[in-house]
């Protein structure tokens, strides 16, 4: 066992030397692209292998998921490694279409690291639903590159492409479960939704290149600072462009009032899915909007700041509202999704240093307890079983497993904005912007909503702590990736406020570049 162990690092350290040595001989356009070259060409060979055993006679049709997943994992890993050590930053790639400076690096860093954490999770899930789709792997590793071209994304044809990578392979891991109607449902639900939004950024791309005549950011953001005061109040087409693709992009992020689709996908989907929606494309699209409004349209801030804050304001109130009337954990958990990403959008409503600062600390914040939470629905959870579905289920759970009640209990606080968790923090920043950025109401209205959501996150602890089950259960014993993420986020939500710095040292940093 000790030698495979050596091998396997060894073998581990030849591929990051090979891939070192490939990376100096491409061209600058390729080497800045390299991590995401590296995924696709990885994608296509787990293809190939893995077509070509499951289907095999003479190796008795062997089921492939396993195998692809730990390879999968491992490639993000080697992914990661090319990210950090890019040489190429604050570069424009392929005539301008694609930008890379320290905002990319660090969100697809964050997105790679959560992305590996949902595939380690994912393990014992599908080995415990039976799932023998080698498949799933490849989707999720293709929505990875498609999050990751997003964030570079730098001209509007690019960021379509890669949105559209996003959603297509969205499209096929909602609907997984083909034995399921209700997951099929949600799969045809998303696309038909999807579909509408995409229509709404095409559009709105058009208008804005009728009337700028360029589709690149760069360009764009010349042609409206050159504008006076006047031609910017008169032009309404380029004041729609802007607000169609605003609106597509709320929602893809679940932004109400156009969240309407992600309570049944989220439901519907198989959890695992469910958890990779709540947390991998949302850092990709947040990333995204920040560097279109700021840095494209920032003279326009006077229109495009009402659609976020009134898309704010929604989602604050809807999900406080109807998440009191949630029975069932994975429709709570999204409309709980929902209200952040209204705090979330209080930040990006200001457009000052500050409030991009808060938007960035949030999100960093929101991805460990989001993971955390969905991790421990799937440790909670055997679907097969027909439990852990509605919050009776989960009744006595401090009797049943202790640890795990004190660690859903410490992030149920954490979502609600108690002191000292990090959920506080992230809360107290997003407000202090919003009242920096004068943007009294938003602060008001966050801090009422956030009562509201302390109320419905003690009632699930309620439940947890005193209500007994009709009858006794018993959960599986949880595995060691769900054990390893769930011990980092909970000591991350626990001792964030003792060691704030670093984080805020480096979103102060980035919306300083953000800004530029």
Known sequence: MKNFVSFKFYMLNEVINFLNESQSQLPLDLLGVFPELFLFVVISTLLLVGSSYSTSVSNGYPIMVKPIAWLSLYSLFLALLLNLNNPVNSELLFSGSLLLDDVTSFVKTIILISSAACLAVSLDYLKKERVHAFEFSVLILFTIVGTMLLISSYDLISFYLSIEMISLSSYVLASFKRQSAFSTESGLKYFLLGAFSSGLLLFG??????????????????????????????????????????????????????????????????????????????????????????????????????????????????????????????????????????????????????????????????????????????????????????????????????????????????????????????????????????????????????????????????????????????????????????????LFILTFFLYPSTLMITAHQLALTLSI
């Not at 852990?388 to 795990?404: Q, V």
């Not at 979502?415 to 990090?422: I, K, R, S």
């Not at 956030?450 to 009858?471: D, H, N, P, Q, T």
Request: charged content about 10%; some cysteine; glycine content about 8%.
């Open 205 to 490: 791309t058009a208008l804005i290149y009728g009337i700028t005549g360029s589709t690149n950011f760069g360009q764009i953001a010349l042609f409206v600072a050159g504008l006076s005061e006047l031609s910017l109040a008169s032009s309404s087409g380029l004041i729609t462009g802007v607000v169609f693709i605003g609106v597509a992009l709320m929602f893809k992020i679940t932004a109400a009032p156009f969240h309407m689709w992600a309570p049944d996908v989220y439901e519907g989907a198989p959890t695992i899915v469910s958890t990779f929606f709540a947390v991998v494309p949302k850092i990709a699209i947040l990333g995204f909007l920040l560097r279109f409004l700021v840095t494209s349209f920032y003279d326009l801030a006077d229109f495009w700041q009402q659609l976020i804050v009134f898309s704010s304001l929604s989602s604050m109130v809807i999900a406080s509202l109807v998440a009191l009337r949630q029975r069932k954990l994975k429709r709570f958990f999204a409309y709980s999704s929902v209200g952040h990403v209204g705090y979330l959008l209080i930040g990006c409503s200001t457009g000052t240093v500050e409030g991009i600062t808060s938007m960035l600390i949030y999100t960093v914040i929101y991805i460990v307890m989001t993971l955390n939470a969905w991790t421990l629905i799937l440790s909670l959870e055997l679907e097969s079983h027909g439990r852990g579905t509605y919050f009776t289920d989960l009744g006595y759970l401090s009797r049943i497993n202790p640890l795990l009640a004190i660690t859903f209990t410490m992030t149920l606080l954490s979502m609600a904005g108690v002191p000292p968790l990090a959920g506080f923090c992230a809360k107290m920043y997003v407000f202090f912007a919003a009242m920096e950025g004068s943007m009294y109401l938003l602060a008001v209205i966050g801090v009422l909503t956030s009562v509201i959501g302390a109320f419905y996150y003690i009632r699930f602890i309620k439940i947890m702590y005193f209500e007994k089950l009709v009858s006794w259960s018993f959960f599986d014993q949880i595995s060691r990736e769900k054990s390893i993420i769930l011990g980092v986020t909970t």
